[in-house]
């Protein structure tokens, strides 16, 4: 089992840049794929994007793609979402999530995936 916490977030002004981190308890970080979801007051919870567990496949929403980067750091059980240009539409609820078949190219859909934290709000000011 795997325990992630997420932290970054906060109040920022459209345009600005905000990095999220996830960090990972635990030894098995690097045996699954990652990804980035969140929840917009009303909305219902979307895919941002995912890691495969080497890093070496990555996958977006197109409402991110070209704003957004997701890296991780296996070395220091680290997941990180990098936003740019921040927009006041992607004020929400920032979670991250573990999918434990690494065997697996990294999911889209959130009942696939098998922990998660317990988020970090973003709020994006016009």
């Known amino acids: 089992q795997v325990q992630l916490v997420e932290s970054g977030g906060g109040l920022v002004q459209a345009g600005d840049s905000l990095r999220l981190s996830c960090a990972a308890s635990?030894?098995?970080?690097?045996?699954?794929?990652m990804g980035w979801f969140r929840q917009a007051p009303g909305k219902e919870r979307e895919f941002l994007t995912a890691?495969?567990?080497?890093?070496?496949?990555?996958y977006y929403a197109d409402s991110v793609k070209g704003r957004f980067t997701i890296s991780r750091d296996n070395a220091n059980n680290t997941l990180f979402l990098q936003m740019n240009t921040l927009k006041p539409d992607d004020t929400a609820v920032y979670y991250c999530?573990?999918?434990?078949?690494?065997?697996?190219?990294?999911?889209?859909?959130?009942?696939?995936?098998?922990?998660w934290g317990q988020g970090t709000q973003v709020t994006v000011s016009s």
């Open positions: 635990g030894r098995t970080f690097r045996n699954y794929n």
């Open positions: 999530a573990a999918h434990i078949f690494a065997f697996k190219a990294p999911p889209r859909a959130q009942y696939e995936y098998h922990y």
């Open positions: 890691i495969s567990s080497t890093g070496e496949g990555t």
